[in-house]
């Protein structure tokens, strides 16, 4: 059912650019746009001695490019790949051939997570850095790309809400194509819920708490806050988004997203713990 006091849905082309025979999608520019952002943000916070112990930080800035590169085959590896066996399995074992073609939409921010997590841990430890160090000075920026691709989320108008008479909610196009039988019908514009509360929201914690308690001299706690709050934010967003159809973990009220996401928050409880417990130690043998 459509309520009269709909937003109407701004039809944005998802083709930012067309150059020849080649489109660049606002999808691809806002992974592009995390990416680089997050670089210029390491570097910023590498730069800076007081966030560090005795003014130290875990590696040169000049080897943010280099990190760049690894966070950037993890990301896009494991997005894929954490889509394609978390959400989709059957179709992409069905057409293996389809499995590569991320032109075609289909990435898992805890794939993307996972991936990245690793090629992070990969990159400290072939050049003897701390992994915990280096973890927390990218997840400090992670939020950055969360907000530009829930942005691209909303443009593509996909990753929808569920259905809502609320003043702000809107029709999106693409709902006909999995759910007709209710369509057209006004929805929450969820993709913004996460952008605001997962990229912005986590941003702001995460930047009171590397700049004003000192959370970067203590190599863990960036990181399970991240992990702690973005699993919090994703539970609370999930139960205004459309669930994905027809996956065995949605068991009402609850979702796939959200049970993906109770892993994060033990571990992120669990890195907070260990970070608190380490930095104590430290102050008793010092």
């Not at 650019?17 to 997050?38: D, H, N, Q, R």
């Not at 939409?105 to 090629?119: D, K, N, Q, R």
């Not at 057209?184 to 700049?211: C, D, N, W």
């Amino acid at each position: 059912m459509i309520s009269l006091a709909a937003l109407a849905f701004p039809h944005i082309d998802p083709v930012a650019l067309e150059i020849g025979p080649f489109a660049v999608k606002w999808y691809g520019l806002s992974y592009m746009a995390g990416l680089l952002l997050g670089w210029l943000y390491v570097r910023r916070l590498l730069t800076a001695p007081s966030l560090w112990t005795n003014g130290k930080a875990p590696f040169p800035v000049e080897r943010v490019d280099d990190l760049l590169l690894y966070i950037t085959a993890g990301v896009i590896l494991g997005g894929r790949l954490g889509f394609v066996l978390f959400y989709e399995p059957g179709y992409y074992f069905a057409n293996l051939s389809d499995i590569p073609a991320v032109w075609k939409g289909g990435m898992s921010f805890h794939g993307a997570l996972l991936g990245s997590a690793i090629a992070i841990v990969i990159f400290a430890k072939r050049n003897g850095y701390s992994a915990l160090s280096t973890m927390d000075i990218c997840t400090a920026a992670n939020p950055i790309g969360l907000f530009f691709g829930r942005v691209a989320n909303f443009i593509n108008g996909e990753l929808f809400g569920r259905v809502s008479d609320v003043p702000w909610a809107m029709v999106f196009p693409d709902a006909a194509k999995f759910h007709p039988e209710v369509e057209p019908a006004t929805r929450h514009p969820s993709q913004l819920y996460e952008a605001a509360l997962e990229g912005l929201a986590l941003f702001i914690v995460l930047r009171i708490l590397t700049h004003h308690f000192d959370a970067l001299k203590k190599p863990g706690l960036i990181s399970g806050v991240f992990l702690l709050g973005y699993g919090l934010a994703r539970s609370i967003s999930e139960f205004y988004r459309e669930p994905h159809a027809g996956h065995p973990l949605n068991i009402e009220p609850f979702t796939a997203g959200q049970f993906y996401s109770l892993p994060m928050i033990a571990i992120g409880i669990a890195l907070i713990i260990y970070a608190r417990r380490s930095a104590s130690q430290s102050k008793v043998n010092a």
